[in-house]
C-alpha cells in the first residue's frame, strides 16, 4: 500500500510509533534499519521516547549493508551512521547489533554470517529507503535479484550518490546487502522515500511495470507499505 503524508515530520512521526510498537509488542524484536539521510528523523524522534529504556534491551539490530574494504568505525560506513543517528542515542549494547563487516578477508563467511543470524532470529520490521536509482540496500538495478545476503558491484549512480557520506572523495566499487527476498520476508517493512529529488523515481516504480527496479520487488504484500512525503509523490495521482 502507498501512504502518502504531507511532509517529512509526519513521516519520521508514523515511522517512530511504529518501531515503538513493535519494540513493545513483538516477542523477539529483530529490526533491519537503512542508514543515510532519509530516515534520520525518524530515528531521532524514537530515540527521544522515554519509555524506550523499558524495552530496549530486547531488541536485536541486523545489518542491511556495507561498503566492501570500509571499516564499520570510518566516517562515511553505514554502521557509523547509525551508530550516530541511532546506535548511541539508545545506549544499544554492542551485543545487540549485528552488523556486516566490510573488511572482512572471507566475504562468503560474512554472508552466512548474517544468513545464519537471521535463520535464527527472524526480522520483524523492516525500514527501507529507496536509492536515486530504485535500490533497495545495495541491491541494484539490473542485477539478479538475491535471495540472501551477496557481494554486489555498485552502480555509477549508487558511487555517486555515497559521496556525500564522505569527507574527501572515496573509491567504492562494492558492497555486501542482504537480498531482497530476506527485506520481504520480514515480518513488517515500511519503505520511506522523501523529498522532491526522489519524485522522478517515485513516478518511475509506481507507474513504470518494465523499469523492473528492486523497489518494485516489494510491491505487492500486504505487510509492506510504501510511506511518501507530499514532495516525493508530486508526480502521482493522489486522488486514486
Known amino acids: 500500500m502507498i501512504k502518502i503524508f504531507e511532509n517529512e515530520e509526519e513521516v519520521a512521526n508514523e515511522i517512530a510509533r511504529e518501531m515503538k510498537d513493535h519494540l513493545f509488542t513483538d516477542q523477539h524484536p529483530v529490526f533491519c534499519l537503512a542508514s543515510g539521510s532519509t530516515p534520520q528523523k525518524s530515528y531521532q ?91 533497495i540496500g545495495l541491491n541494484e538495478p539490473g542485477s539478479p535479484v538475491l535471495n540472501y545476503s551477496s557481494v554486489v558491484e ?34 513488517r517493512v515500511v519503505v520511506v522515500i522523501t523529498g522532491e529529488r526522489k519524485a522522478e523515481i517515485v ?8 523499469a523492473r527496479l528492486p523497489a518494485q520487488q516489494l510491491l505487492g504484500y500486504d505487510h509492506i507499505d510504501f510511506f511518501l512525503d507530499a514532495a516525493a509523490a508530486k508526480y502521482m495521482d493522489q486522488s486514486s
Open 154 to 187: 555498485l552502480s555509477e549512480t549508487t558511487k555517486t550518490v555515497a559521496q556525500k557520506y564522505f569527507h574527501e572523495q572515496t573509491e567504492l566499487k562494492q558492497g555486501i546487502t542482504l537480498g531482497l527476498e530476506q527485506i520481504a520476508s520480514s515480518k
Open 203 to 210: 513516478k518511475e516504480i509506481f507507474t513504470n511495470s518494465d
Open 45 to 135: 524522534k524514537f530515540s527521544n521516547d522515554a519509555d524506550l529504556q523499558l524495552k530496549i534491551k530486547r531488541l536485536n539490530i541486523v545489518s542491511l549493508d556495507e561498503w566492501v574494504g570500509i571499516d564499520k568505525s570510518s566516517e562515511g560506513s553505514c554502521y557509523q551512521m547509525l551508530n550516530q543517528d541511532l546506535f548511541s542515542q539508545i545506549s544499544l549494547d554492542s551485543r545487540q547489533i549485528v552488523f556486516f563487516d566490510g573488511t572482512s578477508p572471507d566475504m562468503k563467511q560474512e554472508c552466512l554470517r548474517i544468513d545464519h543470524f537471521i535463520e535464527q532470529h527472524p526480522i520483524t520490521f523492516s525500514l527501507m529507503g529507496v536509492g536515486m536509482n530504485g535500490h
